[in-house]
């Protein structure tokens, strides 16, 4: 019966070492199971003559409830010592970061996944220009009243070769014609500079520009090219839009453009009601300012658009006032900030 | 530009109401910006009879009216001294909204007896500010008819907005034109005058510009004896008052008029105060000008000014001047109509701040032709209105040439505007605009185009997008079809090129990493710029919104600085910020870099019960600037870490990353004490800045496959050493030489500890080196491992003269 005492130590060794309730019930099943060493012994008495059976039989069985009973002892004793390793799972986890994006940088990825969709690639340009591109070559030529509507920041320097900080991205549109070869179909966002501040003016704000110069692009194109916009960025599928005669320099027809709202008691909603809200300036190239860039008007034309993106982050998620956007106070970026996974998409949604 | 509907409908026959008026402006690009409409203010207050006016029983100065509103007759308490018996006055019935309080009126008893409604005073309707007494109304005024109606307050006064090329529109009768073209109603042609001279002017006129002769091209004037000057008529009162002009008497009303009517300013002198001839000059630098605003000015010499022998007496199509103004005693006028150069007109107004009616037409370029005709009309009004009698003109100039044709194409209609409209259509369209059609095909074009004749009033219509322009805004915009964008793949391309992709990554990136996105002025202020190697001549602002936003920054680091101790004063210690934008080294396109810049002031958190958090230091800001880095593309094996950094860091506790020795990728480290204590921003505050822009672009790649992975199968052998080498020994050194000591075997080389002081004396550090062998052939034997454990020893002693340290 050596056999059996030796695997008794060792069965015995193996359930006292198990340290949780898994290892246990595998010592178990190797001990006890339909397979297990003991329950193999029990299988093979049957060979055995009836007196050898009678005898080993009662030692096997002994063993099988040493082990059952030992078994269950440690499962007990496992028990308690986990019962004592008990936590609170109440208390916080660890501290984490809690980076955000501003809306500013979220909502320029909004607008650039939009307009990706409708085969626009970005464009950039300096914020500090000569007054070349942020005037002249846009048709606005010194004492232009338009000009004085700019309200524009100029560096110190002598009078004339002076640079000024660009009015509008549309000086963007000058560089990208003169540096490559149409068509064109350019998105450019970037930062704009006006002498202004107040309640909705900052003296630093944010624009998008738009340009598409082709052979036979016409302010139809334009109109539907702004409505996909407008539908897909303010998530209304039947938001409305108008276009009203006005007058850029640059831009010949040129349009400011409404989109439907209501603002019945004071509050102000997007895409219903008979209210129009005006949020941008659109126009077909001024020749001018394509022969200025070395494009013959007589084969190419197209359209430009100019729309504050600060603006459109506030009427989207509703941040009531623009000055906040520059204070970088920690509350105001928590509340309005986005996270990094908040990656907008068209296929995926914009905004959630 | 204000105007009212009834004057509007002497210029357009038209039945259209202001909504119907203001909605054509709008479509034909003539914003409306408000609508006042006072009859529906001021719709429930009516024409009242006081009957009878009898003391209040209870109170002194209160009376117990019988007022009859024409349907009924109600008892009204009253307060007014004024109120009694007979008179007519203005009454709101119960139920009213006061003008002026906003309040709704009640039936109530005022000191016991009951009062219905009330009679109004001028202020209580918001149409003054006289409250003394009730409005007392002329006895034949109908009992129960509007009291707007009876007070000629029943018209609409529409303000729209002017762009700058519509000069035209800042006259009533332009506007008129416009909306006529659009359908509204037809057009009331200007009646021709002439008022034939009965003596020559004693006055002449002369243009004494010399080489400026553009500065005033025309000048034409009148003299008319014998005038009446004094209040001008009601209607014309009432006009002016209805968009916010003072009537003054009435040659100044008559001028004002014509403003507003023809966008054709004029101007009176008292003839009796002007000596000699009025010619138009430059001023004389110095010269001085008592204007009719009260000012005085002192000219510099540029300035068009209107001049006898004796003096300046008015700036040119800016403002007149006090000492040759008409009065109530004026008996002798002298008119002027003439032209003033835009620019010059506007250099002027800019220069002494003066915002006239006058400055803002002619900077805009009032009509040439209607020098003339404005005069005869202005001639003929001030007759109707003041009596008197007119001279001859006196002329000095001429009308300049105007006139221009342009080629049009009715089809560009539709390529250009995408509107679909016929070539009849178009003509009629530009007819009613004033322009003239000839259907004949210019014959000095190629191309088969009508002849267009631009009007003397246009002077923005310079080609044919101009045309198509006018075409298309009379017709209306409504009337474009949205055409989709059509785009030349089925699937879109990218919009981005790998730069500007990664651009957009880092932000996500840095923001995953716990920082908060700021973005912050592209100026500071001058002290601030200075400590960040800024603040140079080209880079400051000329006109700053003020004073601590004037100049470019040259790092985005003070701001965000400027930002923490902000946020710290609001009681949040602990933040972590970044930007990523512009900076500026200098005023040339190519000076301007992006660069992705943040800080971590205060603590690495909140306090939690697990472990207390720490004070940031200069790794934290490291792992940001790596983790960034590794982000970009940039080999973290390629990268030199070097000490030191910027003058803003400390120079102790601050690193740059290289790319080589001249591309400097990153800084990091701690802010320099005296640029915290020059910015009173308290530590401990870690920054860094990375230079976007100089990490080397992505390269093309031909396939994004990533090789086959070679995992080996055979078990790495960790080994760790310990070295004792001079306290100034780089990390980075040891780490490299250990590297190197077996390239194929050695697959990372780490450092886990550093220690100092103790045992192993000043000056000295021991630094805990664990490497880690990858065998890829077979399991390495003990012998093996020695034999590189020796290789990493010698290296490492070789390199930065180390000692194992036993």
């Known amino acids: ?290 022969q200025n860039c070395g494009l013959d008007p007589a084969e190419w034309q197209g359209f430009a658009f100019g729309m504050g993106i600060d603006r459109i982050a506030m009427l989207k998620y509703g941040i009531p006032d623009l000055r906040a956007f520059f204070d970088s106070d920690l509350r105001w970026l928590r509340h309005y900030g986005f996270g990094a996974l908040d990656v907008p998409t068209v296929a995926a949604g914009l905004a959630r | 530009m204000k105007f009212t509907l009834g004057w509007l409908k002497q210029h357009l026959d038209t039945g259209a109401d202001a909504d119907a008026v203001s909605e054509k402006l709008t479509a034909v690009g003539l914003e409306v910006e408000g609508v006042t409409d006072r009859a529906r203010d001021l719709a429930p207050f009516i024409v009242a009879h006081v009957r009878e006016a009898s003391r209040h029983p209870n109170a ?141 002017s004693p006055i002449g006129v002369a243009l004494g510009l010399g080489d400026d002769a553009a500065a005033c091209p025309l000048f034409v004037g009148r003299h008319v004896r014998g005038v009446k000057n004094g209040p001008s008529p009601a209607w014309l009162q009432d006009k002016l008052k209805a968009i916010g002009l003072r009537p003054i008497s009435t040659l100044v009303d008559i001028t004002n008029w014509f403003t507003f009517d023809r966008a054709r300013p004029l101007h009176v002198f008292d003839a009796d105060k002007v000596s000699g001839t009025i010619r138009a000059r430059l001023a004389q630098p110095g010269e001085k000008l008592l204007a009719l605003n009260g000012n005085e000015y002192t000219l510099t010499g540029d300035e068009t000014v209107i001049a006898d022998d004796s003096a300046a007496l008015g700036l040119g199509g800016v403002i007149g001047g006090e000492s040759t103004g008409v009065s109530d005693g004026t008996v002798n006028v002298f008119i002027e109509a003439a032209l003033f150069d835009p620019i010059r007109t506007a250099r002027t107004g800019r220069r002494h701040g003066i915002d006239s009616d006058a400055r803002y037409r002619f ?17 003929q009004m001030v007759l109707d209105l003041c009596g008197g009698e007119a001279s001859e003109l006196v002329v000095a100039g001429d009308v300049p040439e105007w006139k221009r044709d342009i080629p049009f194409r009715p089809e560009r209609v539709q390529a250009l505007a995408g509107l679909a409209i016929d070539e009849s259509e178009a003509t009629k369209i530009l007819q009613a605009l004033g322009f003239q059609v000839d259907a004949d095909a210019m014959d000095y074009i190629k191309i088969p185009a009508l002849k267009v004749s631009v009007p003397s009033w246009r002077r923005d219509v310079h080609g044919e997008a101009d045309l198509v322009e006018e075409v298309a805004r009379i017709k209306g915009f409504d009337a474009i079809p949205a055409v989709p964008l059509t785009r030349d793949t089925v699937v879109a391309r990218p919009a981005v090129t790998p730069e500007q992709a990664r651009r957009a990554r880092a932000k996500r990136l840095l923001a995953d990493r716990g920082l908060m996105e700021c973005v912050t002025w592209s100026f500071l202020p001058r002290s601030h710029a200075e400590l960040f190697g800024g603040g140079q001549v080209a880079l400051r602002l000329a006109n700053p919104i003020s004073a601590d936003l004037d100049t470019m920054r040259p790092s985005m680091l003070p701001n965000l600085i400027a930002a923490a101790g902000r946020n710290a004063d609001r009681g949040f210690g602990s933040v972590a910020l970044f930007e990523v934008g512009p900076q500026y080294a200098g005023d040339a396109p190519e000076d301007q870099a992006l660069v992705a810049a943040g800080l971590r002031r205060g603590q690495t958190g909140a306090r939690h019960w697990t472990a207390a958090p720490r004070d940031v230091d200069a790794f934290d800001v490291k792992g940001d600037v790596m983790a960034l880095l590794a982000d970009l593309g940039v080999p973290a094996d390629k990268v030199q870490v070097v000490s030191g950094a910027a003058d803003w860091y400390h120079p102790g506790r601050s690193g740059t990353v290289q790319l080589g020795p001249k591309t400097i990728l990153a800084r990091f480290g701690d802010i320099h004490p005296r640029v915290l204590a020059a910015m009173d921003v308290k530590g401990p505050l870690v920054a860094f800045e990375v230079f976007l822009d100089a990490v080397p672009k992505a390269k093309a790649k031909t396939s994004r496959s990533r090789g086959t992975l070679r995992a080996s199968d055979l078990p790495a052998v960790e080994r760790d050493f310990a070295f004792v080498v001079d306290a100034s020994v780089a990390a980075g050194d040891l780490v490299r030489a250990a590297r190197g000591a077996d390239k194929l075997l050695i697959e990372d080389a780490r450092v886990f500890d550093v220690f100092a002081g103790g045992s192993l004396g000043e000056g000295r550090k021991s630094l805990a080196l664990s490497i880690r062998l990858q065998p890829t052939e077979r399991t390495l034997t003990d012998d093996e491992i020695a034999a590189v454990a020796q290789k990493v020893i010698a290296a490492v002693t070789k390199a930065t003269g180390a000692a194992l340290r036993s």
């Not at chain 1, 199971?33 to 030692?59: H, I, M, N, Q, Y």
């Not at chain 1, 499962?75 to 501003?102: N, Q, Y």
């Open chain 1, 1 to 290: 019966m050596q056999d059996l005492n030796s695997l008794e130590t060792e069965l015995l060794a193996a359930v006292g070492s198990a340290q949780d309730l898994a290892a246990l019930d595998a010592v178990r099943v190797a001990a006890l199971g339909k397979k297990g060493s003991v329950t193999e012994l029990l299988k093979g008495l049957g060979a055995l003559s009836p007196d050898e059976r009678r005898g080993a039989g009662a030692a096997i069985n002994l063993l099988k409830d040493k082990i059952g009973g030992a078994i269950d002892a440690r499962k007990a004793a496992l028990d308690a010592r986990l019962a004592s390793e008990r936590i609170d799972v109440t208390l916080p986890a660890r501290p984490e970061g809690e980076g955000r994006l501003h809306p500013v940088s979220q909502v320029m990825d909004e607008i650039l996944a939009i307009f990706a969709e409708m085969g626009f690639t970005l464009a950039e340009g300096p914020d500090i220009e000569d007054d070349w591109h942020n005037f002249t070559a846009l048709n606005i030529p010194p004492e232009h009243p338009a000009r004085q509507m700019h309200d524009t920041f100029y560096l110190e320097g002598e009078e004339g070769t002076r640079k000024v900080l660009r009015t509008h991205t549309s000086p963007v549109q000058i560089r990208s014609m003169m540096a490559g070869k149409p068509p064109f179909r350019l998105i450019v966002p970037g930062r704009t500079y006006r002498s202004d501040s107040d309640q909705t003016h900052t003296p630093m704000f944010h624009q998008v520009e738009g340009l598409v110069i082709d052979r036979n692009i016409h302010m139809g194109h334009l109109k539907g090219c702004l409505l996909e916009f407008v539908r897909a960025f303010f998530e209304i599928d039947d938001l409305k839009i108008r276009l009203r005669p006005s007058h850029f320099p640059f831009t010949e027809p040129s349009a400011e453009v409404d989109i439907g709202c209501s603002r019945q008691g004071g509050e102000l909603k997007i895409g219903a009601g008979s209210d129009w809200l005006e949020i941008l300036g659109c126009g077909m190239v001024h020749p001018k300012v394509l």
């Open chain 2, 60 to 200: 002194d100065k209160l009376q117990v009216c019988m007022v009859d509103t024409g349907t009924e007759v109600l008892q009204v308490v009253c307060g007014a001294p004024n109120a009694r018996a007979g008179m007519k006055g203005v009454f709101a019935p119960s139920g009213t909204t006061i003008p002026a309080t906003g309040l709704v009126l009640k039936t109530a008893a005022i000191r016991g007896v009951e009062s219905n409604g009330m009679l109004c005073s001028e202020r209580e309707l918001g149409l003054g500010t006289d409250h003394n007494g009730i409005i007392e109304l002329a006895d034949d005024a109908p009992i129960g008819a509007p009291f707007a109606q009876v007070m000629g307050l029943d018209d609409p006064v529409i303000e729209i907005a002017i762009t700058p090329n519509r000069q035209d529109c800042l006259g009533v009768h332009g506007v008129a034109r416009d909306l006529a073209a659009a359908g509204l109603g037809t057009l009331k042609p200007l009646k021709p005058v002439t008022v034939p001279g009965r003596f020559k």
């Open chain 2, 363 to 379: 900077e805009r370029g009032v009509d040439p032709e209607a020098v003339f005709s404005g005069m005869e009309a202005a001639t």
